[in-house]
Nanobody, 125 residues
């Protein structure tokens, strides 16, 4: 079983950057497909980005493509989400999630078995 802890959130002005970290303990995160999801007030939780466990293929929602980047750092047992050119509509609680199935529907929250506690990202002037 893996435990996930997010860090790096906070308040940033529009156009700014943040890097979220998803640090794992208990098992190597390289054995997991890892996704980032977010949930804004009054909205459904939505897919942001993911990295598959074997091919290391990355995926992004259309709303963040070209601005966000997901990467795995094996030595740190951490997955990072670099967020650039942030917009007010990126404001949400961000969650990292992991799944060790041989194939994961990365776009669905229900596919992930392990979740972090979530971290607030606020983009505002």
């Amino acid at each position: 079983q893996v435990e996930l802890v997010e860090s790096g959130g906070g308040l940033v002005q529009p156009g700014g950057s943040l890097r979220l970290s998803c640090a794992a303990s208990g098992r190597s995160l390289s054995s997991y497909t890892v996704g980032w999801m977010r949930q804004a007030p009054g909205k459904e939780r939505e897919f942001v980005a993911a990295i598959r466990r074997s091919a290391e293929t990355t995926f992004y929602s259309d709303s963040v493509k070209g601005r966000f980047s997901i990467a795995r750092e094996t030595a740190d047992n951490t997955v990072y989400l670099q967020m650039n050119s942030l917009k007010p509509e990126d404001t949400a609680v961000y969650y990292c999630a992991a799944d060790d199935a041989s194939w994961t529907n990365i776009y669905s929250s229900h596919a992930y078995d392990y979740w972090g506690q979530g971290i607030q990202v606020t983009v505002s002037s």
